[in-house]
């Protein structure tokens, strides 16, 4: 069954603004993930471009390009739609995976699946 794990304050995600960044385990592996707030909800994937499997970010947790409009892997030049994960241009091989989120009571929670878990770290 699917854990709503807590992320961040609604606050610190701003229209087009810097990520947040989080790390999951994606089938298996650790993953970079990002949420971004674009046209007012939420939005949440690996952060991992569909081209080249690399996070897509040249400055820590900048992933919109400078109109706000898109995601941009600054590596390759491959865009994405904020609100989806679909390839919008550039070298894609389809689109971004999606996490799940939810916002309520000022709060942002992401949502574990059958491939996706919370990061633990082991002392």
Known sequence: MPAQV?????????????????????????CRAFAVRFQGRVHAYLNRCSHVAMEMDFQANRLFDDTGQWLLCATHGA???PDTGAC????????????????????????????????????
């Not at 701003?14 to 947040?20: H, I, K, N, S």
């Open 88 to 123: 919008a241009g550039g070298p894609c091989r389809g689109g971004l995976v999606k996490i799940d989120l939810t916002e309520s009571s000022g709060v942002v929670h992401w949502h574990t699946a059958y491939n996706l878990k919370p990061f633990e770290f082991l002392f």
């Open 6 to 30: 807590a992320l961040c304050s609604s606050m610190d995600l701003v229209e087009g603004g810097l990520a947040v960044p989080f790390d999951v385990v994606y089938a298996g592996q650790t």
């Open 79 to 81: 865009a994405y739609a």
